[in-house]
């Protein structure tokens, strides 16, 4: 079994910064990426930003030059979400994605529960 823990939401001012966090953990083989969605209310979830295990990155054109997603070299289970120059439309419950190989290195597909995101004055 995986474990997807996120955090840091919260209610922030148009304008301000936030970081996200998600760690993954227990039987992981290994990670093909880890990314961040977003769901606000009566719209679909989307994606916001994934993070392949080649370093590749993929942005929402909505947070291009906004949001950097990133993990530490030595803590390649966890993913963070900087998110600068936030707005109101960036409200949303932000959740965390991971996609791994288990031990018989079939894919399989991890949600963590989800973060509120609130940018509001």
């Known amino acids: 079994q995986v474990q997807v823990v996120e955090s840091g939401g919260g209610l922030v001012q148009p304008g301000g910064s936030l970081r996200l966090s998600c760690t993954a953990s227990g039987s992981i083989f290994s990670i093909d990426a880890m990314g961040w969605y977003r769901q606000a209310p009566g719209k679909q979830r989307e994606l916001v930003a994934v993070l392949y295990s080649g370093a590749q990155t993929n942005y929402a054109d909505s947070v291009k030059g906004r949001f950097t997603v990133s993990t530490r070299s030595n803590a390649k289970n966890t993913v963070y979400l900087q998110m600068n120059n936030l707005k109101p439309e960036d409200t949303a419950v932000y959740y965390c994605?991971?996609?791994?190989?288990?031990?018989?290195?079939?894919?399989?597909?991890?949600w963590g529960q989800g973060t509120q995101v609130t940018v509001s004055s």
């Open positions: 994605n991971v996609k791994i190989r288990d031990s018989s290195y079939w894919p399989r597909d991890y």
